[in-house]
């Protein structure tokens, strides 16, 4: 098999793809977590700011998804076929959600009424919470496992998705958002929005801490099949230690109020976390739950060899432009938010 | 209960129909919003400055619903359509992530600088960030026409496995990418996408002109208007009929049904109003006797290839449909040269604004480029079937095997429910922000001679 520094093609795109994601998870992450705590917030004032605070930024930081989407679609098309078919009901309300958090952004500045903003915040909220809560069930299904038959086909019901364990990654998925989001609101404001925030900061963390001493044990206990990869590879155990340093790092910059080493920090542990899932998980996707024979490895889903070839020039081309850009654009709306006649 | 085909189907169509909405209009209020900001930097007129910022708002409302509407595509295909996004990953994947990895991140990472950037960064840079999201938006036209092109005359590729196994695996990109219909049919979208954008923007011009408002900044705007809209008419005349060619070399089935010509041994004829009866296979009309031969084959004389030729459970089985939208494509199309030549044609005259009938027409013709787009792709999508990839992918091969029939339509009334919402929100914030107006800045409020009473006594307060 063609090889590229050592690692075939199909691994290759693999790790695009994890890269991709943990791109979307840091940068939606945080407009998510911050959607998720909008109501938290009282004053009309407050509410524009935290969001004008995502304002520019919240769209691109969709397109990540929209990539990532793409990505997966491309360099394993049967995943993506059975991955969407099987969670069709779950990813319609995913497309719904996203359709209403859109709009509830673009169209609550546009009238002045008080029942019309405090409506689209209110959809705006629960849609950042449903897109958060989903993505999670997801993710937690597929460390999880699915009934998967050996023709690829989803031997169970709406029902399957609502395991425990799966519930549980949903909520660590929320914490850890709302926890990025409120880090990086609190960089983003001041004045007594910003005392409010910090306040808020710390509840997030203790949130997450619980949700990540959770899973930790839930996964450890339930899901052996994760640390598999350990066994053979000791030296991996570098990640769930770089893990629980962060977390302990996130908690004393918080506590120092070092704003901006935290939210580095919450990046960090973002992608340590993705980085364990696809370790526990390579070289399948999807694992199934019924026998292990009839999972689906990257092997099997993997385009023709030319068109990974082709997209990893893509990719390696494309992705200095979009970060490029990204950093552009971050630069510019840097610093404390503002609010004047162009804002949301 | 209809069949997971058909409710599959009915909800591709209706999403990407009601998508097919905005990205148009976001192409083609690009192209004039880089005009205006464009004529503001060179002449520093305050006038086109706010109309770039008024028209920034109303596209920033259809660009949201746009993004919102079109990520749905993207995952209905791995959602409903599993068996054909296995089928087609191997190319329409690289399509897409190309789409966004060049086209979506650049036009939604300088949408906020367009949006919020006005005083924080200097006026180039901000024009700049105009044009890359309008060529971000045409860039994402360009993949997504590839790959629907690519589903109509397949090309660089090769098929490897069989039956609902088979999958279709890429052998030459640059071949894939200018497939042979790649070129003609993008061109004639983006032209058709300008036109939608240019009405617009004409359409609210003509309003404020009726009414008597903002008549400066209406005149400046229709005149951007009718600039893109008179070339790009005249332009989809030639892309139309380039259109045409391909379709009578690589699909003669479509086009077969777009003028209700069955027998191959018949010269063909050419209708500019008619009626397809597809079960006793007869066409009536108004037409030109052997129109269709002549254009097709140079000569009247000439026979071209019927519905006949082809097996009946391989080419389309709703004539009359295709056949009816392209020619009301056709019709609109024609009217709107008419339409833009009159009025550059009285713009000279220094006439256009005096005639309120004209200005009526044109408030009301923003619906005529939208129509002709989406008939256009009935006519285009219809007269492709029963194949989803041509000749290779039948449709009802395409579905996903465990998807429920109540699960389709479960997901069908949910997205019928939302998208008749967000359509009725659209059109009330669209009308709240025209009848607002453009905030006329302070600058010119003072430059009193330059402007007439009647508009002062408008501006909002």
């Known amino acids: ?344 | 209960m209809p069949s997971v085909e058909i409710l599959s189907r009915i909800q591709f169509a209706f999403t990407v129909a009601f998508h097919y909405i905005y990205p148009p209009l976001s192409i083609g209020l690009g192209l004039c919003l880089v005009i205006m900001e464009g004529i503001y930097l060179k002449t520093g007129l305050p006038v086109y400055r706010d109309i770039t910022r008024f028209w920034i708002k109303i596209f920033a409302l259809i660009f949201g619903i746009g993004v919102a509407t079109g990520i749905v595509m993207e995952f209905e295909f791995g959602t409903n359509w599993a068996t054909y996004s296995h089928y087609v990953g191997d190319i329409f994947g690289s399509a897409l992530a190309a789409e966004g990895i060049f086209a979506f991140a650049l036009e939604s990472g300088f949408l906020g600088v367009l949006l919020f950037g006005w005083n924080r960064v200097s006026k180039g840079v901000h024009f700049f960030s105009t044009i890359m999201v309008a060529l971000g938006s045409i860039f994402s036209a360009l993949w997504i026409v590839i790959a629907n092109s690519w589903q109509q005359t397949p090309a660089g590729f090769r098929i490897e496995g069989h039956d609902l196994g088979a999958r279709a695996v890429v052998t030459d990109f640059w071949e894939m990418v200018f497939n042979p219909s790649s070129v003609d049919r993008f061109s004639h979208v983006i032209i058709g996408s300008f036109l939608a954008g240019s009405f617009l923007v004409m359409s609210v011009g003509a309003w404020y002109i009726l009414k008597g408002r903002y008549i400066k900044h209406a005149q400046a705007m229709f005149k951007v208007g009718l600039s893109v809209a008179v070339v790009a008419a005249l332009m989809q005349l030639f892309t139309g009929h380039r259109s045409a060619e391909y379709v009578s070399k690589y699909q003669p089935a479509k086009l077969a049904a777009m003028e209700g010509h069955y027998d191959s041994l018949a010269v063909a004829d050419m209708y500019l109003i008619g009626w397809v009866d597809n079960k006793n296979e007869k066409t009536t009309g108004i037409k030109i006797p052997g129109g269709l031969s002549f254009l097709t084959h140079g000569s009247f004389s000439a026979p071209v290839q019927g519905l006949h030729a082809t097996p009946p459970a391989d080419r389309p089985g709703a004539v009359n449909f295709v056949f009816q939208t392209y020619h009301f494509m056709v019709a609109i199309g024609i009217t709107l040269i008419g339409l833009t030549l009159l009025a550059v044609f009285l713009l000279w005259k220094k006439q256009l604004f005096n005639h309120r009938w004209l200005m009526w027409i044109f408030v009301l013709a923003v619906l005529l480029p939208q129509v002709a787009n989406q008939l256009g792709w009935y006519a285009a999508e219809v007269g492709r079937q029963p194949w989803v990839v041509y000749g290779l992918l039948r449709t009802s091969d395409a579905l996903s095997k465990k998807v429920t029939a109540d699960q389709v339509l479960f997901s069908l009334i949910l997205f019928t429910f939302v998208y008749v919402l967000l359509f009725a929100l659209f059109l009330f914030l669209l009308n709240r922000k025209i009848s607002h107006g453009p905030d006329v800045t302070e600058d010119e409020a003072t430059d009193s001679e330059h402007f007439s009473k009647r508009n002062i006594a408008n501006i909002p307060s």
């Open chain 1, 1 to 344: 098999m063609e090889t590229i520094l050592g690692l075939d093609l199909p691994t290759w795109w693999f790790l695009v793809i994890g890269g991709l994601i943990t791109g979307y998870g840091v940068l939606d992450g945080f407009d998510l977590g911050a959607g998720a705590l909008h109501l938290f917030f009282n004053k009309e004032e407050s509410r524009r700011l935290v969001l004008n605070a995502i304002g520019p930024v919240w769209d691109g930081n969709e397109v990540w998804l929209v990539i990532a989407g793409g990505a997966l679609f491309a360099g394993f098309p049967l995943v993506y076929g059975v991955l969407f078919s099987t969670f069709y009901i779950p990813f319609m309300l995913f497309l719904v959600s996203l359709i209403f958090r859109a709009i509830s952004i673009e169209f609550r500045s546009k009238e002045p009424w008080a029942w019309w903003r405090k409506m689209w915040d209110i959809s705006y909220c629960v849609s950042s919470i449903f897109i958060t809560f989903l993505l999670g069930l997801v993710l937690g299904n597929l460390i999880h496992g699915l009934p998967v038959n050996k023709a690829h086909e989803f031997t169970g019901n709406l029902l399957t998705f609502f395991n425990p364990y799966a519930i549980l990654i949903a909520f660590t998925t929320l914490s850890l958002f709302m926890l990025h989001g409120a880090i990086y609101l609190v960089m983003k404001t001041e004045n007594r929005l910003y005392a409010k925030l910090t306040v808020l900061v710390n509840n997030c963390s203790k949130f997450f801490i619980l949700c990540f001493i959770l899973t930790s044990m839930a996964t450890l206990i339930y899901v052996p099949h994760m640390t598999q990869a350990f066994k053979h590879h000791p030296e991996l155990f570098i990640l769930p230690l770089i893990a629980v340093l962060t977390l302990l790092n996130i908690k004393r910059n918080i506590d120092s109020r070092k704003y901006f080493t935290a939210f580095l920090f919450s990046c960090i542990i973002m992608s340590c976390l993705l980085i364990l899932f696809a370790i526990g998980l390579y070289p399948n996707i999807i694992i199934s739950s019924t026998d292990p024979a009839n999972s689906i490895s990257i092997y099997a889903a993997a385009s023709s060899n030319k068109s990974l070839k082709i997209m990893l020039l893509i990719a390696a081309i494309g992705t200095p432009l979009v970060i490029s850009y990204t950093v552009f654009v971050f630069w510019t709306f840097r610093g404390k938010v503002k609010l004047n006649e162009m804002s949301y």
